[in-house]
């Protein structure tokens, strides 16, 4: 009868077989451990996606855009294009900006040392995109050319 009993007189314990609750408690909190850095490689892995599509991208638009600039400096009636940030998707920004170069550089060179022609100009052009969802991403595309005013 005294072996019956579910509890056991010699070492004071009762016979069971779960697990403690310091078992349970440290279970979780290396369960917790693991989680976390699972959830932030995967948070690290959005923003890597995230950067690298607006890269691949956005040399595409800044082409686009200064080949959208070419052609509208080219045509005879300047406002016969349409504004170039109309059709963008709506995660970018971007800017055109223009530079005449010429007057620089004369300056710099001795007098009579080139001949410059009245109806050509020497531009920097530079096309900004900024992306709209992540304020800290922007792709810069500049170039020199020669056009006519």
Excluded: H
């Amino acid at each position: 009868m005294i072996n019956s009993l579910p509890f056991n007189s010699c070492s004071g314990r009762q016979n069971s077989a779960g697990f403690t609750l310091l078992e349970v408690m440290v279970a979780i909190v290396v369960l917790s451990i693991a989680l976390t850095a699972v959830i932030k490689l995967f948070s690290q892995a959005v923003m890597l996606n995230t950067t690298a599509c607006f890269y691949i991208k956005t040399p595409y638009k800044a082409q686009e855009e200064f080949a959208l600039w070419e052609l509208k400096n080219s045509l005879p009636d300047k406002n016969f294009f349409r504004n170039t940030n109309e059709q963008l998707p709506e995660e970018f920004d971007t800017t055109v900006n223009q530079r005449d170069l010429a007057p620089e550089l004369i300056s710099a060179l001795p007098e009579k040392s080139i001949q410059t022609e009245d109806d050509i100009a020497l531009m920097e052009v530079s096309c900004q995109v900024f992306s709209k969802l992540d304020p800290a991403l922007s792709y810069t595309y500049k170039t020199i050319r020669l056009v006519r005013p």
